[in-house]
């Protein structure tokens, strides 16, 4: 009953952070003006007349975001400062391992922005895991109770080879054929999707299927196969399966990630830690450590 509970807390917490991450890159990739290139002399927006102002703006912003922003700027930089001083640093492997379950949980991304949400990802892991370094820095975990939780949640630390794929399934090699010139023409194959299959499980997601590994029992066997001499981001040429001819396309491909108890001792170390603390302390409770001015 344990392992469950933990794994359902596991699972709502990745998702919580999942959502923050998502909100937080949303906005990424946006291009946003240099304050250099606006004219504060005139409004930065227009509402049937009523204009609104440059310093207005600012003021909003500043007035409901301003503090709470340069916190979680403060946070950052404290949570680095104070890590570079314990000689504190996360896996890299470790943070490869959480990516990959994120990718999975989070679906299909836009192919032009994976490399820049995961990126985002593993500045948050990151920053998440050396706090919770510096929370449990002094808490006393024994060698046994790592081994015994490594021991016991192993599986969980397991990521098997998964691929990412979306399909259009038609009636007859004549359709297959001419879908398949309409992508060498250029087409969008998720438009195909919508327009040509005849599977209605994945029609509304433009054929999307999601992540699967070659164990699934979700996934035509032959899928599988036929990816193995396919590129990230290209699709197959027609072929006969199960439900009639299918163009099958390969997002991504995520490798199998399996770490040893040497790879994820400290890392175990520290998740004991934070369960035996109860409640997680304020990043705040760093500041005394170093000298901080601000303007609140």
Do not use: C
């Not at 896996?91 to 994976?114: C, H, K, S």
């Amino acid at each position: 009953m344990r392992k469950i509970i933990l794994i359902i807390i596991l699972v709502l917490i990745t998702t919580n952070v999942l959502t923050f991450i998502l909100m937080r890159n949303g906005g990424r990739d946006k291009q946003y003006p240099e304050s250099g290139e606006i004219d504060i002399k005139k409004p930065v927006a227009t509402i049937n007349g009523e204009e609104i102002y440059y310093n207005d703006w600012m003021y909003y912003l500043e007035t409901n975001y301003g503090e709470e922003g340069l916190k979680e700027m403060i946070n950052h930089q404290v949570v680095s400062e104070l890590a570079d001083q314990n000689d504190l640093a996360v896996n890299p492997e470790v943070i490869d391992l959480e990516v990959a379950f994120l990718a999975t949980l989070a679906g299909q991304l836009p192919e032009d922005r994976v490399e820049t949400i995961e990126q985002g990802w593993r500045e948050t892991i990151e920053h998440n895991l050396l706090t919770d370094m510096l929370f449990t820095r002094d808490v006393d975990v024994s060698e046994g109770e790592i081994q015994t939780y490594y021991d016991t949640y192993q599986s969980q630390y397991h990521f098997s080879h998964r691929v990412e794929l979306s399909h259009i399934v038609v009636d007859d090699q004549a359709t297959a054929d001419r879908v398949y010139q309409e992508l060498e023409d250029g087409a969008d194959f998720q438009a195909l999707a919508y327009e040509y299959t005849i599977d209605e499980d994945s029609r509304a997601a433009g054929g999307y299927l999601g992540f699967y590994t070659r164990d699934s029992n979700f996934l035509p066997v032959d899928y599988f196969d036929q990816t193995n001499d396919m590129e990230q981001h290209s699709y197959s040429e027609p072929f006969l399966g199960d439900q009639g001819y299918v163009i099958l396309y390969l997002h991504r491909e995520l490798p199998e990630i399996e770490l040893d108890y040497d790879q994820l001792k400290d890392y175990i170390r520290v998740k004991i830690a934070i369960e035996e603390l109860g409640e997680t302390p304020s990043v705040r409770t760093f500041w005394d450590e170093l000298d901080i001015d601000w303007i609140y």
